[in-house]
């Protein structure tokens, strides 16, 4: 009885409790248990005392969902059913899709061989400028040849970031022999500094700098063509003592140095008995140069002190100060007015000082001095000085310059026509930040010039076969019609459009999670800053990071962050 009591209860708890489908699923096993029951009984009890059947009705079945019930339960149900099967798919596709690519892009296919019968193409240097060139460049009808004392391409819009360990320095990196070995012929790569170009005799010369050197001299090749991608490097304006005692921020070995030095600041005021004027003097970061480098340096700085300094050295944080130096009147000139306004404000908020109009005038071991906005000279005391105050043209480039003097007038670089061809340097290319254009020095315009050069290139290439198609048609006496045809894409290939920047807007990271975005629209602009601009900040460069090595990399870098917090140990 007791189990029948049970059995009849069920519906009751069923619905709440057990769910449409275990139901109907448990129901059979309570019938079978219910009749086995009522059967077992039969046989000691007379029969006038027998429980008389049973209606239908009462024996155990699967309660009855009314319509209105069933549709209220399963819709929730179907919902979470469809979303679970939609949600694996998607996993599973997405991950079967990422394998693919890493592997595809770990285990790139057969090259041609070098042809040294193909007309020589010497590119200089594995920036911006270059890499694009190389990314986009068809080999096959070139003998490459790509010399760069960085066996690598850096991501410099994410550099800032490795300077206070939010991202780790090989995230941003992308070995040059990766992008060649992509390419379908084969190209050779020197880590070697080109140290002269002979653009009479079409030369170069380079030689092995690194620390481990072979017996290996200094070379010199022929080139037929010369892609010129050299950069710049810090501009100094002369002041004494930069090179001493300032932190640049160009290169990956800057920002390692810059982070070993911030730690190593913070470690020494963190000193027993340090003076209180010391700590002060070490615990002082000094930024100068206004433009986004200089902005994104403190921004970070400042995110570094709130989210790991004050956690990890509550003794010394409080006495972290931030100064960025500008001698204009006011900092990110390339940005439109309210984002600069905006940026001072967020400056402000974050105790970062901003000394406008502010000159440097020289820089000794543990102060700059600075001529203000009065005119005034002081001296700044500080622990670590970061400059990052714009670029100046290799002495590689000014030998070019000279070499070509009546045609190479500006001391800013490189003169190039509107095909980005050198002036007076046959088979000469050059784009990047070497060159004097009427565009600034920005990553977007030299990765624009790079992949415009290569499909000067492809044509070059084109009208070399086709050229020598044609001769081969005439030498047996082809078809007419057919020699008219191949002369016709010789005509087409032969023509070349000028090169035309297409500006994509500018970013600026400010710290404390906001950024700054300046976006062409149409014919107008928007400017854009916060949080939503950090996130767009985020997304365009995640974006355009070389590899998917490279994005899932500085996604990692950015997950540990949130989770870990900066790594404050010093190497
Ligand atoms: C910290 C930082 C942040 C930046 N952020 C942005 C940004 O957000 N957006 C943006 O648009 N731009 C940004 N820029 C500017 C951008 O990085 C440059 O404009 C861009 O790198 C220029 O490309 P390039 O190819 O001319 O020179 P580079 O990228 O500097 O490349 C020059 C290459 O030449 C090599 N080289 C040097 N000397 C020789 C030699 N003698 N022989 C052979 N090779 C040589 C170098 O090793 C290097 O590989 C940033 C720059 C820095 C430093």
């Known amino acids: 009885m007791a189990l029948r009591q049970l059995v009849r209860a069920q519906p009751l708890l069923a619905r709440p409790l057990i769910a449409p489908r275990a139901t109907s699923l448990l129901a059979p096993r309570f019938a079978a248990a219910a009749n086995i029951s009522s059967s077992s009984r039969r046989s000691d009890v007379p029969p006038e005392a027998r429980i008389p059947p049973q209606p239908q009705q009462d024996i155990p079945v699967p309660p009855k969902v009314g319509p209105s019930a069933k549709s209220e339960g399963s819709r929730p149900r179907r919902f979470l059913r469809t979303f679970g099967r939609v949600t694996l798919v998607v996993i ?127 070379v010199t090749i022929p080139y037929d063509y010369l892609v010129y991608a050299v950069g710049c490097e810090n501009q100094t304006f002369g002041i004494k003592g930069v090179p001493e005692h300032a932190c640049f921020l160009k290169e990956l070995g800057d920002a390692d140095k810059i982070r070993t ?90 105790k970062i000082d901003v000394l406008t109009r502010t000159m440097v005038k020289d820089v000794k071991e543990q102060a700059v001095v600075v ?89 070059l290439g084109q009208k070399a076969k086709l050229e020598r198609q044609l001769n081969e048609l005439r030498a047996t006496s082809a078809d007419p019609a057919e020699i008219e045809a191949v002369a016709k894409k010789l005509s087409r290939a032969s023509k070349l459009t000028p090169f035309h920047y297409s500006h994509q807007g500018s970013l600026a990271y400010i710290g404390s999670e906001k950024a700054i975005a300046d976006l062409p629209l149409f014919n107008g602009n928007v400017a854009s800053g916060g949080g939503a601009a950090m996130l767009f900040w985020r997304s365009a460069y995640i974006s355009t990071l070389y590899s998917v090595r490279n994005r899932t990399l500085v996604l990692a870098d950015w997950l540990k962050v949130k989770i870990f917090g900066r790594d404050v140990s010093r190497e």
């Open 92 to 218: 599973l596709t997405a991950t079967g899709a990422f394998l693919y690519v890493t592997q595809q892009q770990n285990h790139p296919p057969e090259q041609l061989p070098v042809d040294r019968t193909k007309p020589t193409l010497v590119v200089l240097g594995s920036g911006w400028g270059a890499t694009s060139f190389l990314k986009s460049l068809d080999t096959e009808e070139f003998n490459v040849v790509v010399i760069s004392p960085r066996n690598y391409f850096l991501f410099t819009p994410l550099l800032p970031s490795v300077t206070v360990g939010t991202l780790e320095p090989r995230s941003i990196i992308q070995p040059t022999r990766y992008i060649t070995r992509h390419k379908k012929r084969k190209v050779d790569v020197y880590e070697a500094e080109a140290q002269e170009v002979d653009p009479v005799k079409k030369t170069v010369t380079f030689q092995d700098l690194s620390d481990v050197r072979g017996s290996a001299g200094s």
């Open 261 to 350: 030095k911030l730690m190593d600041c913070i470690e020494t005021a963190a000193f027993r008995d340090q003076p209180q004027e010391e700590i002060d003097r070490l615990m002082h970061m000094v930024v100068v140069g206004g433009g986004p480098t200089g902005v994104e340096y403190a921004g970070e700085l400042h995110d570094f002190l709130i989210d790991d300094l004050k956690k990890w050295y509550p003794e010394v944080a409080d006495r972290l100060r931030i100064t960025l130096i500008e001698a204009l009147p006011n900092v990110l000139p390339a940005f439109s007015k309210q984002l600069i306004q905006y940026t001072e404000s967020t400056f402000k908020e974050n």
């Open 371 to 459: 001529q203000d906005a009065n005119k005034e000279i002081r001296e700044i005391p500080y622990g670590l000085l970061v400059w990052a105050t714009g670029n100046t043209s290799r002495q590689i480039t000014r030998d070019l310059m000279n070499k070509l003097a009546s045609v190479q007038t500006q001391r800013r670089g490189l003169v190039v026509d509107d095909y980005l061809s050198l002036l007076g340097g046959d088979g000469i290319y050059a784009i990047g930040d070497c060159t004097a254009t009427s565009y600034a020095p920005t990553a977007q315009v030299a990765s624009q010039q790079g992949i415009y050069l290569a499909s000067i290139f492809q044509k």
